[in-house]
């Protein structure tokens, strides 16, 4: 093959991104493998020399040398003497032949009847390029400038020794890794004032998993819930997959408030540290009361305290279950607001007989969370790390709390009051005549992304004009200029 039709073919075939986080040889390494297994490249013709490969993408000739010799290394390719490097036949052996070459895809017009109408659904929704917005009061998510990368990445080093390693590639069936189970036993809990021993801690996919276990096992069609209005939203979906009735209880400055229908419920759902949405916090005395009532009526009561580490002001109150003397609250927590949420590691807390049902349920659901994320999160913990890091997003949230409060009372098109203790986010008060949704996109189109509070209520209303501002995902620098810009978008709507 001449070298005027050679160039371009490899150009083409393997293109580096010079601006790519991945280092060239690994996108080099990549580039070759795809190529080799969709069957791009030749088996009975060498690929080009290290030197002719590496002056046509323009990269130093080491890269190709290494990126070659690793894949000799994993029996993609084949160094001849004389000759140079061929693709390994034996690699490509055992796999179907799944070329479409000029087939098209057809349109998938199969409908396949579901029990369960999971798309009616009311969920949050958040655009995946929501780092893009110049102005990001996302909820939920983290600022990666916070997140402790040096400190993470010691506790990868530990998990990925040998001999952790032979542990966490194990099958543990239903076991959890002892050292998180510990952790958590011994460090995050004692924080809300929680003392478990480790056969009542089950770890979960992140909360949701948790209270999706909870409901599984605890309801039934026959079953009313108790849930909090406004609420988080899939926790009000994933109940009413079980449940055949849901009673809403308003919140008020206090969280949220029960009455006598409490009697009817077999399980109570609640977040008092931070209610979601409104951020309210229940106090000690109305904690007690509502124990009270669950223990008098045997109602189950699942305590979500998802927030709880980020506490700007005082002492933090005691965790609900801390106080539970009848062994009738179900504590649900995660790492996803002081760590990362795309770790999904979360936890639950319960009577022994109920975690153990939990713990057989979640075998025959995946078994047990992957064990070198677990390990890794123990190391993360028994380090020292999640305490440092916990402190450390606590000092720079509360300048972003402060920073939100100060911009919210300066515009006064938005009415809010700051949450008494915390947290990541505020709850907005719209004026009348602003819907939420309405203002969710037209901010979008300003660059400003808010979340519309109205999927957060139990029944759609006109008269839910509220908004969730959250502050964890953008800098102090753009939140008084975006609190204006959300102002002036408001102000759009008298004309």
Avoid at 223 to 243: H, K, M, Q, W
Avoid at 293 to 298: I, L
Avoid at 305 to 316: A, I, M, Q
Avoid at 364 to 385: C, D, E, I, K, W
Wanted: aromatic share 8%; proline share 5%.
């Amino acid at each position: 093959m001449s070298r005027t039709r050679e160039q371009p073919m490899w150009q083409q075939l393997f293109q580096l991104d010079h601006k790519d986080t991945q280092s060239l040889q690994t996108q080099l390494r990549q580039s070759l493998v795809n190529a080799i297994l969709d069957g791009r490249v030749a088996i009975d013709l060498p690929l080009p020399s290290s030197r002719e490969l590496a002056r046509q993408l323009g990269v130093a000739r080491n890269t190709v040398v290494l990126a070659y010799q690793h894949l000799v290394d994993e029996n993609y390719l084949i160094a001849k003497e004389r000759r140079g490097y061929f693709v390994n036949p034996d690699i490509l052996e055992g796999r179907v032949d799944s070329s479409r070459a000029g087939v098209g895809f057809p349109e998938d017009n199969v409908s396949v009847d579901t029990v369960l109408d999971l798309q009616s659904q009311r969920n949050l929704q958040r655009p995946a390029d929501w780092n893009h917005y110049q102005y990001p009061f996302i909820y939920g998510q983290v600022d990666s400038s916070l997140f402790p990368v040096n400190d993470w990445r010691e506790a990868c080093r530990l998990s990925l020794h040998v001999g952790a390693i032979n542990e966490w590639t194990h099958d543990r069936i239903a076991r959890d890794d002892e050292l998180l189970v510990e952790q958590i036993h011994k460090r995050v809990l004692p924080r809300r004032g929680v003392w478990a021993d480790p056969d009542q801690i089950l770890i979960t996919t992140g909360a949701q998993n948790a209270l999706f276990i909870t409901a599984q096992l605890l309801l039934d069609k026959q079953s009313t819930v108790g849930i909090e209005d406004p609420c988080y939203p899939d926790a009000r979906n994933i109940f009413s997959l079980f449940s055949g009735r849901q009673i809403e209880f308003p919140v008020g400055n206090d969280g949220v408030q029960t009455d006598e229908r409490l009697a009817q419920c077999r399980l109570m759902y609640v977040t008092p540290s931070h209610q979601c949405p409104t951020t309210t916090t229940m106090p000690l005395a109305a904690r007690r009361e509502l124990l009270a009532q669950a223990s008098e009526h045997n109602v189950m009561i699942v305590e979500d305290d998802y927030e709880s580490e980020l506490n700007f002001v005082g002492k933090p109150t005691p965790a609900l279950k801390s106080l539970d003397e009848s062994h009738q609250v179900i504590y649900i927590g995660s790492l996803s607001k002081t760590l990362a949420p795309g770790l999904r590691v979360g936890f639950m807390v319960g009577p022994k007989s109920f975690i153990a049902q939990a713990r057989a349920l979640r075998r025959l659901m995946y078994r047990h969370p992957p064990s070198n994320t677990q390990r890794t999160v123990g190391h993360f913990l028994a380090l020292g790390h999640h305490d440092a890091a916990v402190m450390r997003l606590s000092q720079a949230y509360k300048q972003r709390w402060e920073l939100m409060n100060q911009a919210l009372g300066q515009h006064m098109s938005l009415s809010s009051v700051a949450p008494a203790f915390g947290g990541s986010s505020y709850w907005v008060k719209l004026p009348d005549h602003v819907k939420a949704v309405d203002l969710e996109q037209k901010a979008a189109a300003q660059s400003l992304y808010i979340n519309a509070g109205d999927t957060y209520f139990a029944e759609p209303s006109d008269n839910h004009n509220f908004c969730r501002l959250g502050f964890s995902s953008i800098p102090d620098e753009r939140i008084e200029p975006g609190i204006e810009r959300l102002a002036k978008v408001i102000d759009s709507f008298k004309n």
